[in-house]
């Protein structure tokens, strides 16, 4: 059985940093893409980063360039979102997802497989 399952998040103050760890089990993803979304309830799943299976090729969003990190432990099975400078607009569940192909999207419903979620709040 496939899982991901993320954490890290909590709550910071506005400028703070946060690191999330999504953890995958019941396969490798070393040869797949993977991504973090996020949501605010309301709202649709919106793309955060997305990284390549050899770690070398990343995108972002334009409200988070520059300000996060994606990168991933193909060792540990495990891929990270390093977050700063946190906004209150960056509130929100983050999601992590990972796909049956090796190519990066931005595209929520072009992922496979999805996490749980882990709930990140700012405040200001």
């Known amino acids: 059985q496939v899982q991901l399952v993320e954490s890290g998040g909590g709550l910071v103050q506005t400028g703070g940093s946060l690191r999330l760890s999504c953890a995958a089990s019941?396969?490798?993803?070393?040869?797949?893409?993977m991504g973090w979304f996020r949501q605010v309830v309301g709202k649709e799943r919106e793309f955060v980063a997305t990284i390549d299976w050899s770690g070398v090729t990343t995108y972002y969003s334009d409200s988070v360039k520059g300000r996060f990190t994606i990168s991933r432990d193909n060792a540990k099975n495990t891929v990270y979102l390093q977050m700063s400078s946190l906004k209150p607009e960056d509130t929100g569940v983050y999601y992590c997802a990972a796909r049956d192909s090796d190519l990066v999207t931005p595209t929520p419903s072009r992922y496979d497989f999805w996490g749980q979620g882990t709930l990140v709040t700012v405040s200001s």
């Open positions: 019941g396969r490798t993803f070393s040869h797949n893409a």
